[in-house]
């Protein structure tokens, strides 16, 4: 297997490296309580590019009450987040924030 190092490059003003933007892209599924509640089936899971994200929530639309995938752009070593944007929503689905 083929390892990929990726370097960052310092700044000419000897700065350390700004680190860019990176998306986030998540899935979540909810299940039904006793109480009928929606609540998480379990912690969202980061998934590796938007087509991952929806071909997983696909399938797992089937098991669930409800499941959605979105994207929002990040910087966590800053802890900012921008807006999200839903790539794939089915089922009962509570309003994100």
């Known amino acids: 297997m083929e390892t990929i190092t990726m370097r960052l490059q310092?700044?000419?003003s000897g700065q350390p490296p700004v680190q860019k933007p990176t998306t986030l892209i998540v899935v979540l599924a909810f299940e039904r309580g006793e109480d009928g509640e929606l609540r998480p089936a379990f912690e969202a899971q980061q998934m590796p590019?938007?087509?991952a994200a929806i071909q997983r929530a696909k399938l797992m639309s089937r098991g669930y009450a409800g499941v959605i995938?979105?994207?929002r752009p990040a910087r966590p070593d800053e802890g900012e987040f921008g807006d999200s944007e839903v790539l794939f929503q089915a089922g009962d689905v509570p309003e994100m924030e």
Request: glycine share 0%.
């Open 10 to 12: 310092q700044q000419s």
């Open 49 to 51: 590019s938007e087509h």
């Open 69 to 71: 995938a979105w994207k």
